[in-house]
């Protein structure tokens, strides 16, 4: 299996597994749509991604979106998509995706990484075996437009 950097020449690779990322939490499959979201990210520059593969098939991917913390004055990342297809996983994918993120951040400096995730999502148990700590002192609010 190898890990590496995503340009916009990968879409291909992508869309398919960024589609079933967002099937896998409820959304129709909409490859165009996918497509457009994905080609606009890497246009304006607004992301960063990692694609697994095994024999040259994508396997997985991750995806960071730039932010900053006010507090600290320093760049961040949120690791906002996480995602190996189901015959893939336990086969150390998702393990990778994320060291190379943190390979990635350090490289360019960055104070840190942020994910949310389910409360019920198995991937807490690879989280934290990978020395990420669960936020307990903050609670994560969200408004949502009602239009």
Sequence with gaps: M?????????????????????????????????RSFLKERFINKDNVVFLAFEDERPIGFTQLYKTFSSVSMQPLYILNDLFVLPKHRKNGAGEALLEQAKVHCQEVGFKGLALETAADNPAQKLYERLDWQKDTAFFH???KNPK
Excluded: N
Aim: proline share 3%; no cysteine; aromatic share 20%.
């Design 2 to 34: 190898t890990v590496k950097k995503a340009t916009q020449s990968d879409l291909e690779h992508i869309v398919p597994l960024f589609d079933a990322y967002r099937v896998f939490y409820g959304q129709s499959s909409d490859l165009e749509a996918a």
């Design 141 to 143: 609010y969200f408004w």
